[in-house]
Every structure is written in structure tokens, then in C-alpha cells.
């Protein structure tokens, strides 16, 4: 009787033995390491808003005939050109650092991320609008008109941006966690002024002044700011998925234009000549979803 007893209870304990191997096993499984270095590569799938730029034009000319000094005038005025938005795929690099409180599922951490925006848009025939008088030096009396000065090809551009972006977040299951995090970023932006033409129309008629068009171009770093709201899986210890949502806002990128002209007039034959300065300002919102996959270390 006590022999059976004991067969009955060996084959309870190895059968409670075996139930228990696979949360056991679970268990040994990897997971998310409590604190890692991390390196990923990935795509951003994205919006590029440039907004509206602001623009402000300065002419002045003087016009020669035979050598003497007929008249001389000048024009300004401010203008906007709407940029609209443009949609593309970006390739991302990333650099980052987590670190899980202790006996928590909270954690904290950073990003360094990089960003080849490319992004662009153009518009044809960009009119900034012109006011000014125009003096005859025979009377000296001013006399009015109005003008535009005309951008063939008025380009901007994002090539490049780096974000580095602290967050917060919280652990699930040890197999991944969410996050929000904001910071600073640096992004390379460009304008380009291509073809400029400065015309008057003091008798109703458009009249190039300006003469052959001319380029204007500002390009440089500008700072901005970043939010982004993410979650991350872990396949193991090693590798993850990262999944985020980005919006960006970069700073105002503003440059200055001057250039001299020279206009020759083979009908009436005078020359007018002169000067051509002028200022545009605009920024740049981002938006995008940005998948990466990475190496923890």
C-alpha cells in the first residue's frame, strides 16, 4: 500500500514538474534590459509645411542719357509668397539611452536623432508688390507709381536636421514601453531667389528696369523644437521595433540680398543703373511617423 502511495506522489510531483517548465522557461525568456545604449536606422514617413514667407524688396535707379543724369527714382514694398507643403520619405539615424527606475516600470531616457529631410518647394513667378516716385531732374517734381518686382523660380528648402529629444516613459510586460519626450533641433534650411526682374509701370505699361534677372540665395543653420510620442517593442534583450509620432518648428531663416544693375536702352538710348536689395523670412513645420529598427547595447 505505501509502495503505491509513493508511485501516486512521484508521478504527481513530475507531472506538477512538467506544468511548470513552460512559465519556467517563460520566464527565462529575454526581455527588455533594464537600462541600454542603442543605435537604430529607419525611415520617416513625412509633411513638410513651409508656410508663408515674408519678403521685402528695395529698388532704386538712375537714369543717364549721353552721360548726364535725366531722373531718379525708387520703389520698395513688402510681399508674401505661400509656400504650401510637400510630402516625402526621409531616412533616419538615431542614437539613444534608457534607464529604468528602480523596482518601477517608470523610466527615463534620451535621443539624438538625425534626419535627411530633403524636402522642397518652389513657386513660379512670385510678385512682390512696389510703391515708389520717380523724379525728372528738369522739374524735381516726384512722381508716382507702382510696380512688382518678380521671383521666376522662388525655391525653399530642408535638406537637414538633428533632434536631440529627453523623454519619459513606462514599461509594460518587460516587452517594450511608451514614451513622450521634447527638445531642441538644428536644422540646415535654404532660399532661393532665381531670376529676379524689377518692373514699374508709370504709364499703366510694365517696364523692365532692373534689366537682365538676377539670383539671389541665403542658406544656414536655425534652430527649433521637436515633441514626440512613441512606443517600442523588444524582440529580445538585443533588438526592438520603435514606432513614434514627430512634429517639428524650426525658427525663422532670414537673409539679406543686395546687387548693383545695369540697364542699357537701345531705343532712347539711355542707361539706367542701380541698386537692388532686399530681405525674405520663413520657417519650416514637420510632421511624420518614424519606424526604426534597433540594436541595444
Given at each position: 500500500m505505501n509502495k503505491h502511495v509513493s508511485l501516486r506522489d512521484g508521478l504527481a510531483a513530475l507531472l506538477a514538474g512538467c506544468a511548470a517548465f513552460p512559465a519556467a522557461a517563460v520566464a527565462q525568456a529575454p526581455a527588455m534590459p533594464q537600462s541600454a545604449f542603442y543605435l537604430g536606422v529607419g525611415a520617416s514617413a513625412r509633411i513638410a509645411d513651409f508656410g508663408t514667407q515674408d519678403v521685402y524688396a528695395v529698388g532704386t535707379s538712375d537714369v543717364f542719357r549721353d552721360g548726364v543724369r535725366v531722373s531718379s527714382g525708387s520703389a520698395d514694398g513688402p510681399g508674401t509668397v505661400g509656400m504650401g507643403s510637400e510630402t516625402g520619405v526621409s531616412p533616419v539615424v538615431q542614437l539613444g539611452y534608457f534607464q529604468r527606475f528602480a523596482d518601477s516600470p517608470w523610466l527615463w531616457g534620451a535621443n539624438l536623432n538625425y534626419t535627411y529631410m530633403n524636402a522642397s518647394r518652389t513657386r513660379s513667378n512670385a510678385r512682390i508688390p512696389q510703391a515708389g516716385t520717380n523724379t525728372p531732374v528738369d522739374t524735381g517734381i516726384p512722381e508716382p507709381f507702382v510696380g512688382n518686382a518678380i521671383v521666376r523660380s522662388y525655391q525653399t528648402e530642408l535638406t537637414h536636421q538633428?533632434?536631440?529629444?529627453?523623454?519619459?516613459?513606462?514599461?509594460?510586460?518587460?516587452?517594450?514601453?511608451?514614451?513622450?519626450?521634447?527638445?531642441?533641433?538644428?536644422?540646415?534650411?535654404?532660399?532661393?531667389?532665381?531670376?529676379?526682374?524689377?518692373?514699374?509701370?508709370?504709364?499703366?505699361?510694365?517696364?523692365?528696369?532692373?534689366?537682365a534677372p538676377q539670383n539671389f540665395g541665403t542658406e544656414g543653420w536655425v534652430w527649433g523644437g521637436a515633441a514626440m510620442l512613441g512606443v517600442t517593442l523588444f524582440f529580445d534583450a538585443s533588438w526592438f521595433l520603435d514606432v513614434r509620432y514627430m512634429l517639428t518648428l524650426t525658427e525663422r531663416q532670414t537673409g539679406n540680398y543686395s546687387s548693383t544693375f545695369t540697364n542699357p536702352n537701345a531705343a532712347n538710348g539711355s542707361v539706367t543703373s542701380g541698386t537692388l536689395v532686399g530681405s525674405s523670412s520663413g520657417r519650416a513645420t514637420t510632421q511624420g511617423i518614424v519606424l526604426t529598427i534597433n540594436r541595444a547595447f
Open positions: 538633428v533632434a536631440l529629444m529627453p523623454f519619459v516613459g513606462y514599461a509594460f510586460d518587460a516587452g517594450g514601453f511608451v514614451y513622450l519626450g521634447a527638445g531642441p533641433t538644428l536644422s540646415r534650411m535654404r532660399t532661393s531667389l532665381n531670376g529676379l526682374v524689377g518692373f514699374a509701370r508709370p504709364d499703366g505699361t510694365p517696364t523692365d528696369v532692373s534689366g
